[in-house]
């Protein structure tokens, strides 16, 4: 089963990557139908600059979907809260014995 944590992050991380795909499609394939040259060497710079800052905010988007996507859910705070209620409740018997007989043999030793 899915957690809505979970669900959220692979939508992330599929929206990312789709657009990443998509986005690389309509750069790459315009340049190959059409034969663009004077000028367009500047633009080509720049378009590879801006691709690969896009790509990379893209890729931060998609890893973050992927670490949402496989990241367990926490627990719910009502479990929490009553294991630390249960742990507050137990006697605490055996602990003072155990304190009073690691501080004997110290004494004993001035």
Avoid: H
């Avoid at 944590?5 to 790459?28: F, K, M």
């Amino acid at each position: 089963m899915v957690s809505k944590d979970q669900g959220i992050g692979g939508a992330i991380l599929a929206v990312c990557v789709i657009v990443a795909v998509i986005y690389v499609l309509l750069v790459t394939v315009p340049k190959q139908l059409f034969d663009l040259t004077g000028n367009t060497a500047r633009l080509d710079v720049v378009l590879i600059l801006v691709s690969v800052a896009f790509i990379a905010i893209l890729a931060i988007g998609a890893w973050i979907g992927w670490t949402m996507a496989t990241t367990p859910p926490p627990k719910p705070i009502e479990e929490i809260t009553t294991e630390l209620e249960e742990k507050k409740e137990e006697p605490k018997t055996s602990a003072p014995q155990a304190e009073a007989s690691d501080t004997a043999p110290s004494m004993k030793k001035k």
